[in-house]
């Protein structure tokens, strides 16, 4: 890694120092490797309680739906034409019941794996009529217990339809089923000179399907903008089995009101998305990656108005982590910091990419000279070949794991104006103290620490509350407090993770009645007997 | 200017040949002052026959809708509290009534003017209670007969809502009501150092919400992709006066679905959009624009490649004019062409906008010697200062006025995918001459030429019939000739100009019946009284 404390003068010619890399790569590997048996782990622990049992006070199931018997397994054994497709077995049932975080567990007693969209649309007509409830599952990595059943939903696993329908490399046009993981579609664009305009750190599990369900934002929305603006057509079966289909739409269309844009971020309440069709952008020649620690969240505000002023095109992602995490990432990863010369109370991890490796290493080499001269950087490092640069973005893709490690997390990812942002983890932070609940070294507190991470370019934090046992005394202290200082600053109570079970009861604090009563009718209008994904969102 | 052909090797270096730019400059405000006047010249010749005259074999007036009476005015009176708000007078309705191509002429009796969301509101519940039909007009500057009243419906007219509500300068968020005018909202972003993330000739005339509410594509969306993604919140008055407002929405939201997506592009058949919050990107600090001239359309598509690869993050347009639409700009505009060293098959126009002047150039230097060395292109120009920038994009946005100078124009706004789109416009000339129809110089014949040009970055193409007179004889030799052709290549009949009233009966070459039905349905659901826009859309 290059060391921008020890080069500052080097930073603004051509002699940079160049540190040995060979300590960083072992750690990013090490980061990598935790992170890839993250999911996995916990599932070999103690179960988790049943959602019904947790939130039993709030939620009960709703009788109207049928509970599922020999018959409807008939029927569905008879679509699928597949007895693997069918899983009815508790141990395996487990890893569809249960969400990653181990927060909520489902009862359902059926896993559905579909392979064709016209299986999907058998299954679902199926169900719409005899009212059996059901949930959409992709790679199951959601942060708000959208993707696991409540009761005894029947879940329709998307992750056999899971092929690249086509490519057209003049246009950028990708076609996917919707079971395809993000990490396989982005790979097979980059073996065509493309890339997928959305990176997130579930990339290894999570569906191309379930990243348009959920309308998730990720590391480079910044650069590429949000799934409304990329997503061309979408292929979606709809409770009644209709299959609405606009996977053929061209880049301009203006046709009728865009129907497509419904089911980005529908979570799953009105349809099952099975087929996308997403415009996909050339692969940047060149990417540059820099850790930079900082002293206040002020000099963060102040690095990125300069990042956009002077990295501006080249810019594609603008991340902080606060100095509280670090600690945290430190103990769980049981590695160095990247940056060793001391601790810091922010981090800012920039990345620039474009079609030219000089121009991008000038402008960045100048921004970087620029605000370490005016103080806002105290020290930094740039990564010097593709293996650093995959480790300090492992690094920071890592912190929705060490979050967890001491046991859970209570995660709030909120969009707030940009001079509130930091402000809710000091104000959660208080309260947690004050009532008592919080230690970072106390083993008898509940809490660990409140930790503030996210992505400041699009105004995006992730509160992550991380905690040593799951309790309702601490929900209660976060909740409605939580939701009530978002409220106050005009925030978003979910900024990419949805609502899903979690914040159902919680959108009033984001929307005002008018819109809820929009969302509540159009969920009405596309699905009328509520079989889908029932107990949450709205 | 500097000229390409006559320093090929100056391209490579530093030693750029520099044309004198005068005689161009005065070129340039020509056009533009043609331009400014194209809009308002027609209604001083004879009027343009109704509508319900012209299409009367194919619409009639729907029996259901209330007659104005004078209780409906007085009532109108009461809720604008200002007698400037009201039109009824003949001579005055007619700028109204009319669309700009002057193809549609409406029998309106009273135009209102609100000054307030609230105004608009309480206008809205009125209609809807007393089933009186209405059409929402921005800037009247559509291409579909959109704007206008197809019999007597009541205009509501957003140009006395025209504030700009606020601007953060750190998020870049613009929040306006709907009727400010696209140029005038611009040059207040720019005084800001920021942009409005579209751009088109019109944006002289149009509103904010009226771009909003066509879904308008533009020049750089190229470069900043469609209103789905920089819209982030709207305020609508429903049919029934209801006002939704998500005005307040930060770049992220996942709280439900996305519900100002649906009047994006919704043609005031929903809903009247009253004000607009949108993301604006930075001003980029340097801009570079070059005309091109290339012998055919397969070279065209090759420097467009080019363009995408070598330009990438930086390359914000790539418009393409075919050689016929230049010889008619040369005749209307009477100006020698910016290229001066002859006729060509095909001009391209290429800007750049970036961070680094220097950088800027040097990719557009390296990609255009390429270029030339390939032997893609002919010859062409590079604007060496703001002036002859903006003349050269004025010659490129004086063609629609160009296209309709003979008497009148036949607009098809289509996307294709880009082997096939130049493709339509030979094939719209070949049947137009088979019919005998067409001929440049023959002024009995009702058509001047087939021209085409477009933005190839968005498939999008531009096809322009060029009539001297409107004729049910051309019409019946396009239509539906045209859409069949597009529908065949699975494109769009509609890129970015709408469906209006020209395209109602056409939806069906673009969307399947499952959309149709769709978009059916949520027309009724917004709107089931059918006050608004009624004959249009769907």
Known sequence: MLSLRRSLRGVRGVSLYIAPSTRAVAKGLAAQAARRTAVAAPYSTKSVAFTADTYGSKVSRDEKYKKLDDADTKYFESVLQDTNGLITDADDLLFFNEDWM??????????????TTDQVSRILKYCNDNLLAVVPQGGNTGLVGGSVPVFDEII??????????????????????????????????????????????????????????????????????????SVLGLEVVLPDGTIYNSMDSLRKDNTGYDLKQLFIGSEGTIGIITGVSILCPARPQAFNVALLAVSSYETVLKVFAGARRELSEILSAFEFMDGKSQILARRHLKLDHPIE???????????????????????????????????????????????????????????????????????????????????????????????????????????????????????????NVCTRVYSKEIEQVLEPFVYEWISEKKGSVSA???????????????????????????????DPNGIMNPYKYV
């Open 102 to 115: 181990r927060k909520y567990r489902g009862q359902s007693q059926l896993v559905l794996k579909p392979k």
């Open 496 to 526: 990419e993770h949805g609502l899903g079970f979690q914040k159902k009861n919680y959108i009033g604090y984001s929307k005002n009645d008018v819109e809820i009563e929009m969302i509540k009718g159009l969920k009405k209008h596309y």
């Open 156 to 229: 329709i696993s998307l992750s056999n339809l899971n092929k690249i329908r086509s490519f057209d490399d003049v246009t950028g046009i990708l076609k996917a089923d919707a079971g395809v993981i993000l990490e396989n579609a982005d790979q097979y664009l980059a073996d065509n000179g493309y890339i997928f305009p959305l990176d997130l750190g579930a990339k290894g599990s999570c569906h191309v399907g379930g990243v348009v369900a959920t309308n998730a934002g990720g590391l480079r929305l910044l650069r590429y903008g949000s799934l409304h603006g």
């Open 341 to 463: 010369s001391g601790e810091y109370p922010f981090y800012v991890l920039i990345e620039t990419s474009g079609s030219n490796k000089d121009h991008d290493d000038e402008k960045l080499e100048t921004f970087l000279g620029n605000a370490m001269e005016e103080g806002l950087v105290d020290d930094g490092i740039i990564a010097q070949d593709e293996t650093q640069l995959r480790n300090l973005w492992s690094w920071r893709e890592s912190l929705p794991e060490v979050t967890a490690s001491a046991g859970g997390v209570y995660k709030y990812d909120v969009s707030l104006p940009l001079a509130d942002l930091y402000g809710l983890v000091d104000a959660a932070n208080e309260k947690l103290v004050e009532a008592n609940l919080a230690d970072l070294d106390d083993e008898s507190k509940p809490v660990v620490d409140a930790v503030g991470y996210g992505h400041i370019g699009d105004g995006n934090l992730h509160l």
